[in-house]
Nanobody, 125 residues
């Protein structure tokens, strides 16, 4: 049984930084495409970033490109999302995902995808 536990969310001012962590158990993350999604109030869940198996390639939504960085630490079986230059529109619940289908520029959840419980990120103006 896979378990994903996110941490690192919080309240930050515009222009600030946060680093989200997603610790996995029950699966070896290097064998899967991993990613982050977010959902703001009243909006649908949207793709943020993904990293391929063994970390060879990364993918980002246009809205976060150049500001966010996804990475993994295989020794800790953890995936990270470094978020810099945060904006109020980045406010959302952020979810970690394991086992995505990677397309040209995005990661797509499937019936196999496992999700974390989410961590709240709030950016004040």
């Amino acid at each position: 049984q896979v378990q994903l536990v996110e941490s690192g969310g919080g309240l930050v001012q515009t222009g600030g930084s946060l680093r989200l962590s997603c610790a996995a158990s029950g699966r070896t993350i290097s064998r899967y495409a991993m990613g982050w999604f977010r959902q703001a109030p009243g909006k649908e869940r949207e793709f943020v970033a993904a990293i391929s198996r063994y970390g060879g390639s990364t993918y980002y939504a246009d809205s976060v490109k150049g500001r966010f960085t996804i990475s993994t630490d295989n020794n800790k079986n953890t995936v990270y999302l470094q978020m810099n230059t945060l904006r109020p529109e980045d406010t959302a619940v952020y979810y970690c995902a394991l086992d995505l289908d990677l397309r040209t520029t995005t990661g797509v959840p499937t019936s196999r995808t496992a999700w974390g419980q989410g961590t709240q990120v709030t950016v004040s103006s």
